[in-house]
């Protein structure tokens, strides 16, 4: 077994347990801190299935950030859901027989690999050169779309140019998950992809990528507004400790 | 009139160029000792504050989950950058609401986060230094809490709670506020924001019945501490004499009589007011709460009515139940608590109240819809309800309305500039300049429309715009209470 082989199993199974445990562990942090009070962003819902409506226009079409800029939010919505279609279209490599709906958007999931770049580098743009956005960027937020574009131009420069054996590729990623390890190849572009796909793993959960399981515990957007009709009990609610002591 | 320049009202509002610093040394007065006691907080700065703030920032993110997933989620997608009101009337940069969080998210990376410890510049970590409590203590009191960045925020990040915990911060290590720590300490010691005294408050009131005795005939009544009334109302201390507020407290009373409603002020709940909500300080806005919920006891009311205040709304209509309930004492067929806009509206669609609109044919009027109202809370029994209801009063009082242009009310409305906690002439420069927004917005329908007054349902709003309209070239007096609209056009007397 090559030395490639070994590192990027081990490698993958260590990013694999980084991601799920620390995001993981995320979620469970805010899962655990309490809501104190009632604070959705108004109007809103008055009721938990409202709620799930506002959530999903809010997760699925990026109603707010509609409202607030169409530029960001055309160049945002075509990444995430061309993103979306590439991990689908990855799907292939994990399972066997490969779901026929999974074939199906075999094609599509090229094209969204594209369509991935462009919103990418135009979310870029707009961090160069728009100088409100580029005051409020860290060399994080511009390394971490240099990391997306370079795995999607990775990706699509082995679907093009330098190929590598697929077969073996998805022959590797079957064996990581019954610990059963098979060769990889070794062609540059493919280590590259992986090595790339293997540091956004690492760095989620220590990152703004937090902001995808993050938007599901957002106080302004999954409360529902029915303080009234429903009280709101928290540590607040029963707080004895009075501001400063009483000294009538 | 000031050292500083107003700016200029264009025809359309501009997004600036960014202008670093210039609103660098806009601070208001630091509190006292003497202030900052009553509240719970240190008399001035401890000596080992740096890990006080760091300790407190980390109890904060653990007892509320708003601030931990705001301070991890932001992608700095720049969707908030000309949202604020602050930023469009100043240019400063860090007015706008992701700069304004990253002062305090900078610390929370590089003291909570592994990449904030091992790379600080890498991802925009900061050390807590002596100059950036300073720039906190200048920006932190920049934001008037009024949520409009939060509309627009894809994770709805709300600016108004990392500015309240970074207030809460700064009290606990002594650096608070003069104003609002100034004021909840009136509200402990006397019972209201303005330190008017259970006497002077019978004297206004006894004025205000004599006044509309005067000038209608009719025998509205003021009534303070009247134990066995059914509503308790609980309204800004504005209202008691400052204008135009105190025209609405005379609509209310009109309101009321002329349905019949037994109601009475109390002087321990004399405050509708909760400045605790504009320091973060959960501790004393429940304690300032709670001396709702006394009074209405005390006095065996069976419902709760608030005055036209928007923070005010805010904490009565989101917070009170949480804060100082169950209320399950008071009447259950009306919720708890009521605005006063509820009321009046559902008397006008019974038909209880009589208008002559033509009182009003003087005025041309649009409404300001009050950030707290806007995007904090809710009137009647469906969402947006809090711009529908006070818009229909208004139009069954007047023949002349007007709404201003859509993107500058409803869930859009910009903040009258002297918000959360920022209404004091230490500020004066910030809260003209964070009022171009409202300006530029009034400034069309006043030439398109003919639009002669601007209504209101908040103190401060009131307060603010009183001051700030003479600097843009309008009158003062432009500002009205929806109240006193309802005042002017009511019929009192029987009915028939």
């Given at each position: 077994m090559s030395f490639a082989t070994v590192f990027f199993a081990l490698l993958f199974y260590a990013a694999t347990a980084i991601f799920l445990i620390g995001v993981g562990m995320r979620i469970a942090r805010y899962a655990r801190a309490p809501a104190p009070l009632k604070i959705p962003t108004t109007p809103a819902p008055t009721t938990r299935t409202g709620v799930v409506g506002r959530m999903v226009t809010e997760v699925v079409f990026f109603h707010s950030l509609f409202k607030a800029n169409k530029w960001i939010w055309i160049l945002g919505w075509v990444f995430h859901l061309a993103l979306l279609l590439v991990l689908l279209r990855h799907l292939r490599y994990f399972i066997e027989p490969v779901w026929t709906w999974v074939v199906l958007i075999q094609p599509f999931g090229v094209y969204a690999g594209f369509a991935m770049i462009a919103g990418l580098a135009g979310l870029w743009v707009r961090r160069l050169f728009v100088e409100r956005i580029r005051y409020i960027s860290s060399p994080s937020d511009h390394l971490m779309l240099a990391l997306l574009i370079a795995i999607a131009a990775s990706g699509l420069g082995m679907k093009y140019i330098w190929h590598t054996d697929i077969p073996a590729v998805k022959m590797f990623f079957m064996g990581l998950m019954r610990f059963d390890f098979h060769p990889l190849p070794t062609d540059p572009m493919l280590l590259i992809h992986l090595s790339l796909v293997a540091a956004l793993m690492i760095i989620f959960p220590f990152s703004k990528l937090l902001h995808a399981p993050g938007v599901f515990f957002s106080p302004t957007r999954n409360q529902a507004d029915n303080p009234r009709e429903r009280r709101h009990v928290t540590w607040i609610s029963s707080a004895e400790k009075p501001a400063a002591p009483a000294e009538q | 009139m000031a050292d500083f320049e107003t700016p200029e009202v264009k025809e359309y509002l501009d997004i600036p160029a960014l202008k670093r610093g210039v609103m660098g040394n806009s601070k208001p007065f630091v509190s006292k000792e003497q202030f900052q006691e009553p509240l719970g907080?240190?008399?001035?700065?401890?000596?080992?504050w740096q890990q006080v703030a760091v300790d407190k920032l980390g109890e904060l993110l653990k007892t509320n989950r708003g601030l931990q997933v705001f301070m991890d989620s932001c992608v700095k997608c720049g969707a908030c950058t000309d949202k604020c009101h602050y930023f469009l009337g100043t240019s400063d940069p860090r007015n706008m609401p992701v700069a304004r969080q990253d002062l305090l998210r900078g610390v929370y990376r590089r003291y909570y986060t592994l990449p904030g410890k091992l790379f600080p510049k890498l991802v925009g970590a900061m050390d807590l230094t002596e100059d950036l409590l300073d720039q906190w203590y200048s920006y932190y009191h920049q934001c008037s809490e009024c949520r409009r960045c939060s509309v627009y925020c894809p994770y709805g990040i709300d600016t108004a709670e990392v500015t309240m915990a970074a207030r809460d911060i700064m009290n606990a290590v002594g650096k608070g506020q003069k104003y609002s720590n100034e004021i909840i300490g009136k509200v402990f010691k006397i019972g209201n924001n303005l330190g008017l005294p259970q006497p002077a408050l019978e004297d206004t009131l006894e004025g205000l019945e004599e006044e509309v005795k005067e000038d209608t005939g009719a025998d509205v009544r003021y009534p303070l501490d009247e134990e066995g009334a059914e509503v308790l109302l609980v309204t800004p201390s504005a209202d008691f004499f400052a204008e135009p507020h105190v025209d609405g407290l005379i609509g209310y009373g009109k309101v009321f009589h002329q349905a019949g409603i037994s109601w009475t002020l109390s002087s321990h709940a004399s405050e509708a007011a909760n400045f605790g909500l504009f320091i973060g300080s959960m501790e004393n806005m429940k304690r300032i709460a709670m001396r709702i919920r006394e009074a209405a006891l005390d006095l065996g009311v069976k419902r709760i009515v608030f005055g036209e205040c928007g923070h005010a709304w805010r904490v009565a209509y989101s917070f009170l139940n949480t804060l100082a309930g169950p209320f399950d004492f008071l009447d259950p067929r009306y919720p708890v608590p009521q605005h006063i806009c509820e009321v009046t509206y559902d008397l006008i669609q019974r038909g209880a109240l009589t208008f002559d609109k033509s009182a009003n044919d003087h005025r041309r009027v649009t409404f300001h819809d009050s950030c707290n109202v806007a995007r904090a809370s809710r009137m009647g029994d469906m969402p947006g309800g809090q711009f529908i209801i006070p818009r229909e009063i208004i139009k069954a009082v007047c023949n002349h309305y007007y709404d201003m242009p859509p993107d500058t009310i409803g869930e859009a409305t910009f903040c009258c500039g002297g918000g959360g906690g920022l209404l004091t002439d230490d500020l004066m420069e910030l809260r003209v300049k964070g009022a171009l927004p409202r300006m530029q917005a009034l400034k069309q329908v006043v030439e398109e429309n003919g639009v002669t007054h601007l209504a209101a349902i908040c103190a401060i709003c009131k307060s603010q715009f009183s001051k700030v309209l003479p600097y843009y070239g309008f009158q003062m007096d432009q500002i009205v209470s929806v109240h006193q609209l309802v005042s002017d056009a009511i019929v009192l007397g029987q009915k028939q």
């Amino acid at each position: 077994m090559s030395f490639a082989t070994v590192f990027f199993a081990l490698l993958f199974y260590a990013a694999t347990a980084i991601f799920l445990i620390g995001v993981g562990m995320r979620i469970a942090r805010y899962a655990r801190a309490p809501a104190p009070l009632k604070i959705p962003t108004t109007p809103a819902p008055t009721t938990r299935t409202g709620v799930v409506g506002r959530m999903v226009t809010e997760v699925v079409f990026f109603h707010s950030l509609f409202k607030a800029n169409k530029w960001i939010w055309i160049l945002g919505w075509v990444f995430h859901l061309a993103l979306l279609l590439v991990l689908l279209r990855h799907l292939r490599y994990f399972i066997e027989p490969v779901w026929t709906w999974v074939v199906l958007i075999q094609p599509f999931g090229v094209y969204a690999g594209f369509a991935m770049i462009a919103g990418l580098a135009g979310l870029w743009v707009r961090r160069l050169f728009v100088e409100r956005i580029r005051y409020i960027s860290s060399p994080s937020d511009h390394l971490m779309l240099a990391l997306l574009i370079a795995i999607a131009a990775s990706g699509l420069g082995m679907k093009y140019i330098w190929h590598t054996d697929i077969p073996a590729v998805k022959m590797f990623f079957m064996g990581l998950m019954r610990f059963d390890f098979h060769p990889l190849p070794t062609d540059p572009m493919l280590l590259i992809h992986l090595s790339l796909v293997a540091a956004l793993m690492i760095i989620f959960p220590f990152s703004k990528l937090l902001h995808a399981p993050g938007v599901f515990f957002s106080p302004t957007r999954n409360q529902a507004d029915n303080p009234r009709e429903r009280r709101h009990v928290t540590w607040i609610s029963s707080a004895e400790k009075p501001a400063a002591p009483a000294e009538q | 009139m000031a050292d500083f320049e107003t700016p200029e009202v264009k025809e359309y509002l501009d997004i600036p160029a960014l202008k670093r610093g210039v609103m660098g040394n806009s601070k208001p007065f630091v509190s006292k000792e003497q202030f900052q006691e009553p509240l719970g907080f240190p008399g001035e700065l401890v000596d080992n504050w740096q890990q006080v703030a760091v300790d407190k920032l980390g109890e904060l993110l653990k007892t509320n989950r708003g601030l931990q997933v705001f301070m991890d989620s932001c992608v700095k997608c720049g969707a908030c950058t000309d949202k604020c009101h602050y930023f469009l009337g100043t240019s400063d940069p860090r007015n706008m609401p992701v700069a304004r969080q990253d002062l305090l998210r900078g610390v929370y990376r590089r003291y909570y986060t592994l990449p904030g410890k091992l790379f600080p510049k890498l991802v925009g970590a900061m050390d807590l230094t002596e100059d950036l409590l300073d720039q906190w203590y200048s920006y932190y009191h920049q934001c008037s809490e009024c949520r409009r960045c939060s509309v627009y925020c894809p994770y709805g990040i709300d600016t108004a709670e990392v500015t309240m915990a970074a207030r809460d911060i700064m009290n606990a290590v002594g650096k608070g506020q003069k104003y609002s720590n100034e004021i909840i300490g009136k509200v402990f010691k006397i019972g209201n924001n303005l330190g008017l005294p259970q006497p002077a408050l019978e004297d206004t009131l006894e004025g205000l019945e004599e006044e509309v005795k005067e000038d209608t005939g009719a025998d509205v009544r003021y009534p303070l501490d009247e134990e066995g009334a059914e509503v308790l109302l609980v309204t800004p201390s504005a209202d008691f004499f400052a204008e135009p507020h105190v025209d609405g407290l005379i609509g209310y009373g009109k309101v009321f009589h002329q349905a019949g409603i037994s109601w009475t002020l109390s002087s321990h709940a004399s405050e509708a007011a909760n400045f605790g909500l504009f320091i973060g300080s959960m501790e004393n806005m429940k304690r300032i709460a709670m001396r709702i919920r006394e009074a209405a006891l005390d006095l065996g009311v069976k419902r709760i009515v608030f005055g036209e205040c928007g923070h005010a709304w805010r904490v009565a209509y989101s917070f009170l139940n949480t804060l100082a309930g169950p209320f399950d004492f008071l009447d259950p067929r009306y919720p708890v608590p009521q605005h006063i806009c509820e009321v009046t509206y559902d008397l006008i669609q019974r038909g209880a109240l009589t208008f002559d609109k033509s009182a009003n044919d003087h005025r041309r009027v649009t409404f300001h819809d009050s950030c707290n109202v806007a995007r904090a809370s809710r009137m009647g029994d469906m969402p947006g309800g809090q711009f529908i209801i006070p818009r229909e009063i208004i139009k069954a009082v007047c023949n002349h309305y007007y709404d201003m242009p859509p993107d500058t009310i409803g869930e859009a409305t910009f903040c009258c500039g002297g918000g959360g906690g920022l209404l004091t002439d230490d500020l004066m420069e910030l809260r003209v300049k964070g009022a171009l927004p409202r300006m530029q917005a009034l400034k069309q329908v006043v030439e398109e429309n003919g639009v002669t007054h601007l209504a209101a349902i908040c103190a401060i709003c009131k307060s603010q715009f009183s001051k700030v309209l003479p600097y843009y070239g309008f009158q003062m007096d432009q500002i009205v209470s929806v109240h006193q609209l309802v005042s002017d056009a009511i019929v009192l007397g029987q009915k028939q």
